[in-house]
């Protein structure tokens, strides 16, 4: 079945400094998308990529989808205290169940 | 309002005990997830409908049952609860798309299994 690996699983990083959380596949994946997750709340869809090698930015943060469309990655710059919660991948194969990675939990010390 | 909810937020039971944990939505969704959360594990997803007729196991069924009595509710039972049970439960929602949609969350119900 498939696998999904997301690393790392906690990042500590000084606020200003930038984060990067990576999510890989054991197969080709049909889309990705990524999850907020805020300390004691509910996760928040923030992006669906679909095309290989698709670069996507919203602000500060930087969605890519890898060529052979088995990894993706989510960059953000200068990061800020409102930017800890954990954040989740949710590779998709073209089934209609969705696959979570197990998130990487930012915490950002001002 | 909240487009997702969930009852209870919070429960605390015994071992052995029959538990509904319940989601409702208003977004006019035809598709539901349950999921449960554990740390470090993420969001592992225990069954999902696609409509009031089409009920699937996910990952990690096993010990849970569900029922989706209308298109905005679906219900989560643990026939008999027991320790490892004990999470965080999150139902979700989804468009009918031709691929997977962004999925809605709800608060989540926080399950202690003693």
């Known amino acids: 079945g498939q696998q999904v690996m997301q690393i790392p699983q906690y990042q500590h990083v000084q606020e200003g400094e930038d984060f990067t959380t990576y999510c890989n596949s054991s197969t080709t994946l049909s889309n990705i998308q990524w999850y907020k997750q805020r300390p004691g709340g509910h996760p928040v869809f923030l992006i669906q990529?679909?095309?290989?090698?698709e670069v996507k930015k919203q602000k500060r943060l930087t969605f890519q989808f890898g060529e052979a469309k088995k990894n993706s990655s989510l960059h953000i710059t200068a990061t800020q205290t409102t930017d800890v919660g954990t954040y989740f991948c949710?590779?998709?194969?073209?089934?209609?169940?969705?696959?979570f990675g197990a998130g990487t939990r930012l915490f950002v010390k001002a | 309002d909240a487009d997702v909810t969930q009852t209870p937020r919070n429960r605390i039971t015994k071992t052995g005990k029959r538990i509904m944990l319940e989601c409702s939505q208003t977004k006019g969704h035809d598709r539901m997830y349950w999921y449960r959360q554990d740390p470090g594990l993420g969001l592992r997803l225990i069954y999902y409908?696609?409509?009031?007729?089409?009920?699937n196991k996910g990952e990690i069924s096993d010990g849970y049952s569900v029922s989706r009595q209308a298109q905005a509710k679906f219900s989560l039972s643990l026939e008999s609860a027991i320790p490892n049970q004990t999470a965080l439960y999150f139902c979700a929602t989804a468009k009918r798309t031709s691929g997977e949609g962004e999925q809605f969350f709800g608060p989540g119900t926080r399950l202690t299994v003693l």
């Open positions: 990529l679909v095309k290989s090698g």
């Open positions: 949710a590779p998709h194969t073209g089934g209609f169940k969705t696959i």
């Open positions: 409908s696609f409509d009031v007729k089409d009920i």
